[in-house]
């Protein structure tokens, strides 16, 4: 993830509304990422001036919204059970050994209250559900 560390205010800026603008919610109220990526149950982003670099759009969402360090060992699990959402709080980090317990579990989980003030502020810009 050292492409984001070396985004300007004004390129982070930029790439959120870009991130923003391929972002649907749902009846069940997942953010649900629009593009697709080589693998069809995720999506991916290509973030502006890093044409180069495709990220899984939800290990994106856990890195700018979430804001806590994975381990190295660490994947980004989807606690709702929906590998295209991108919403913060149905996102956690967790080790693959985890991550593949939970999937055989096959049932969503509760929701975290893992937001930021920066997952905030982007589900109002956006008119995404956001917590109150």
């Known amino acids: 993830m050292g492409t984001f560390l070396r985004w300007t ?3 982070l800026r930029t790439n ?3 991130f923003g603008s391929l972002v649907i919610p749902n009846d069940a109220g997942c953010w649900e990422f629009q593009r697709a990526s080589r693998n069809p149950a995720y999506g991916e982003f290509i973030p502006v001036g890093d044409k180069n670099d495709a990220w899984l759009a939800h290990r994106i969402s856990y890195f700018l919204f979430v804001q806590k360090p994975l381990g190295k060992d660490h994947q980004v699990d ?3 059970m929906n590998g295209r959402c991108v919403r913060p709080d149905h996102l956690q980090g967790v080790t ?8 055989a579990r096959g049932k969503p989980m509760k929701p975290l209250k893992n937001w930021t003030r920066a997952g905030i502020e982007f ?3 956006f008119n995404l559900p956001a917590p109150y």
Do not use: F, G, I
Not at 96 to 103: A, F, I
């Open 9 to 11: 205010p004004e390129l």
């Open 16 to 18: 959120l509304s870009h």
């Open 78 to 80: 989807h606690r709702c």
């Open 96 to 103: 693959e050994t985890e991550n593949q317990r939970r999937r």
């Open 123 to 125: 589900a109002h810009e």
